[in-house]
């Protein structure tokens, strides 16, 4: 059996790549503060939307036709 010679692979670069920029303290900081800010708009969107539901759902049983649940102690604090 006879095998054929092998023949190197030769693999030429044309350029280096280019060169990337320092990352400063101030870009990390920025960073970071900007993550925080998307976090803390997420938690207040879904408080409020958490809020309102709150506020639907116990004015929905306030108004139903059976009346407030019959468990809930009233103060009676009304103004006439």
Do not use: K, N
Request: glycine content about 10%; hydrophobic content about 50%; proline content about 8%.
């Amino acid at each position: 059996m006879l095998q054929e010679p092998l023949s190197p692979i030769i693999v030429e670069v044309a350029s280096a790549p280019p060169a990337t920029e320092a990352i400063t303290v101030v870009d990390v900081l920025m960073g970071a503060l900007g993550f925080i800010g998307a976090i803390a708009g997420v938690a207040v969107a879904l408080a409020v939307l958490l809020a309102g539901g709150l506020i639907v759902l116990r004015h929905r049983r306030a108004s139903s036709p059976d009346g407030p649940e019959s468990s809930a102690t009233s103060l009676g604090l009304y103004s006439d």
